[in-house]
């Protein structure tokens, strides 16, 4: 394989960067050359981007977001938009694809390669970290502890003023987010999509804390969950609790990574190169038992993945 | 003066604790007692507290919040009540408040000396900076770099997916967080009360940002300058550019104090203990020329604090 | 099991806080008394310590160092002083031990256990990471972090000074922190006690560097891999660069914990309390292969921690 | 004037390209050209630089260090390198010279207009805050920022061993650093040049400290202020405190400017270009009596800036 391409695609996560710099230098290591594409599938599509050297990814490792930019390609999820986007790639010399990004990236790469023959490797890549295959996925980390840090601030509001404060995270269709920085954060009650709460319950745990003396209470709440406005209103209604709601946003997705996801990106950059390289035609790079490994890409598709139940009864039992 | 009480009013603003510090062990030194108040004019009334040794303020120079706790006081408004705390301040001995808060803590102190006589000194602390008579009042310095780090995040963001972010700030009646924090973080437009604003020619220069090859657009919004959402619907539909809101809510009130505001808090509180000793009766402290000053609180409270025009329109200028 | 001690010993690291909370709320949940020792086994020969509450541990999660405080016991290592430890723990109606340090701690939780028969219970917690028996000691992900964040700081200022820079980070006996934060800093070089490194290799790499253009270059170099100060002078004299030498020192051991951390620190705790009540009796908890497991203790510390290769040589790639 | 250059000089500072990004598009905003100058007064020597675009310093105001590099340039010492610079800024067109450094680079600027009748104009931007004319200097709040994070962390390390540090940072000549860290960090001393101490007397305040209860004690030394080894070992064979120091070196300089820096070094970069503007031939930049203003360079020279001698004793008495 002599020259390869890289995209990012999907919402940005930080560590992207982290990625893209491991792909690049280490595609170069092996005597590959790598073509950056610019705005995801979209650029693929218009050939747009050029080839990349050991400099153009120095001092990146530590920056948030991603230097190829992003976007969604409408015209990618046609078969005519993929037609093009492959020959593109022919006349680009490109023989191999790295795409960075979370499911529905993933969705891309596999109809691509399925349609196409070229062969991808994709690396997971969201600060939700939904995506089955992979314990961790780049991002995450960086996402969860700008969570944690955000919680700490409202917490001394909290603490200042007795109040309650019910805060929304990121994640549609998991509570990762919510449970990692829930837990990690000290938060009273957390909300996960995957788990159906009782607002009586929620309730009852906040009158228990403010009889034992708690000051403040922080409910913390993923997008997926229900309306974050309707909890913070319920528990209001039923504890007449001076209760409060802050939405979090974007400030989770951005900021420089942490150390985990600089890593953890530059492990999977490089070994998606190595997998190329080695001849797979259609994986997904993941980490789980402690490994880094390989997966059939339509497989780990059809997977869902759940969350760690045993760490919820624990945040419900450490937040008594 | 034997006996000095110290009390936190209205929002909690960080620095608060490195005040109280500052006024406890002033005060100590020079051989007076310091009677904590929690819960501001609440527990005056009420005499909830305790006195306060040096140890009782140790390694709280750093946190955010008010370890004296804060709330609003209905029954402090009522003459009935400021007479309740009289009593209450008189069965405790106390000699002296000083109060820590914003101007609405400023104007109930007032209203106490002048019904009751007791010698109140005011110490400006809170996150809109909007108290005339002091050119920074405590947790400011905080709240822009809160907001500042915020921006600096979304800006990851918006440049990977080349959109414009809307980011709602602080300010009901005044724009100072947003116009210190606009300026810092490199927004491209900056909407604040004091200035009537034209959403023409914020898409102007949007595009015109865009057509130089800017990747992304920052819109920093003081709440009381109108609706961000308004705005960020209104750019959306002029614009046709991928535009996003953000308001950032209790994250700005948060966090470990600034240097600036840790210093800003520890000169404040010990002069507010000299102005004490050495027999003022009903002052306010400020920073203005550069300058540790004190001012009669009535005079203070008369005035309106003015932002700096020349600021905002370099902000303009900076952001081309 | 009624009652059960915990303990913190040896150096302390970021998230032993997380770690006694999870203690002290999962055991009182299961019906179980807690007796929080201070200052590690010193205070286990004195009885030094309290019954703790829920509250005991309240807003301890996001704090550094050690609430129990800790200390090194020279009493501790004769049998003398550990019969006096027994003689303490059977009058405090201890039944069960949590021992949360570094390897030297374990050591002595074995001894003690070998000797007395009380059972305990060991929890790794270190900076250095160099504890057999777990992937990942909490505090690691802290330092790690504190260290990048500092190589940030530093690359500032190399990059306006066109400056290698020697940053000596902890580890006399192991490379973990180097490697990690060498890898998700982006330095050139890493020397490490594991590897023995050619100093003009380490010259010949950042001469290529420079001839590549890079404005600077940075070396991160573990304590026990050798002298800090010599690696700066000897590449001073061999490339003629201008080469400055800091030590990180004590800040890579402080602040408040990564999520992470606080996490690990959780899930290990409480699965320290499980352990004693299902009735084990000499065993440390660790995380590998992603999952929480536990050990005899005496196997664990008959191991040696090797680091691994595989991202030593990823690192030098990726340095390119 | 139709083109004026702009350098930077001496030791990095953070906020140096905020500055830089002020001074280009205020001077553009007039229709005027800039030449950013590499590497200092080496680069105005050899000409070396470039014409700036408003794109050329896009996205710069948040980070450290200074995009136009920094030397110290022997030859611009003598009156030969500094003819060969005049010839060189003729031939370039420029008409006007921001000089963005410490005095070092100020008392060149000045010798450079006195010979060459080139105007120039004054930034100070220096950690160190010790230029007379300015209360504050660009990048003094992000050092002092560093430093209190820093002992943030030692102070937790610290209670968790019970022990005294001794924290050596930075400034030769002047305490500010050691006085406003010192203050906002809460040290028990503050040694700085300024000032003589007495050995004797600090011990006799940390024994007082300990036997009132506390747990740690910080002390800051700037450099200039003696031998900090010689404090930490002299402090722990008088008291016999376990005892330790830390240098905290050059993670004092880097980092993302603070928004009080940035702030301070747009209003500066945007008066220098004013100044030249207006013909203003040879004068400083500075802050004073909360005001902008500025200086004939040649007076503020002939000046020392003195330390606040009250800070100082406030330190004293809320370190009690």
């Not at 050359?33 to 050939?47: D, K, P, S, T």
């Amino acid at each position: 394989m002599r020259r390869i391409a890289v995209l990012t695609s999907g919402g940005d996560a930080p560590g992207m960067n982290a990625a893209i710099r491991a792909v690049v230098r280490k595609a170069i290591f092996h005597g590959c050359e790598v073509f950056g594409v610019r705005r995801g599938f979209a650029g693929l599509i218009e050939g747009d981007g050029e080839l990349f050297t050991l400099g153009s990814v120095a001092d990146i490792i530590q920056t948030g977001g991603t230097i190829l930019l992003t976007a969604r390609s409408e015209e990618f999820l046609s078969p005519e938009g993929r037609a093009e986007a492959f020959a593109s790639v022919r006349r680009a010399g490109i023989e191999g694809l790295v795409v960075i990004g979370g499911d529905g990236s993933f969705k891309g790469a596999l109809t691509f390669h399925a349609e196409t023959g070229v062969p991808v490797v994709c690396i997971p890549a969201t600060i939700d970290n939904d995506i089955p295959g992979t314990d961790y996925a780049i991002g995450f980390d960086t996402a969860v502890n700008n969570v944690v840090d955000a919680v700490n601030k409202i917490r001394d509001t909290a603490t200042s003023h007795e109040r309650t404060f019910v805060v929304e995270v990121m994640g549609r269709h998991s509570g990762f987010i919510a449970l990692y920085a829930g837990l990690a954060g000290g938060a009273e009650s957390i909300l996960i999509p995957e788990a159906p709460f009782d607002i009586e319950a929620v309730c009852r745990k906040l009158l228990r804390g403010v009889r034992r003396g708690k000051l403040h209470s922080i409910i913390v709440v993923a997008e997926g969950a229900g309306s974050a406005a309707e909890v913070a209103r319920e528990v209001k209604a039923r504890t007449g609790f001076d209760t409060k709601l802050t939405i979090l946003g974007h400030i989770q997705r951005g900021g420089t990574p942490t150390a985990f996801d600089r890593l953890l990106a530059s492990v999977m950059g490089a070994r998606a190169v190595e997998l190329l390289l080695a001849g797979e035609r259609c994986v997904a790079v993941g980490v789980s038992g402690g490994q880094l490994r390989h997966y059939n890409l339509a497989e780990v598709l059809a997977e869902r993945k759940e969350i760690d139940r045993e760490l919820y009864q624990l945040a419900e039992i450490l937040a008594i």
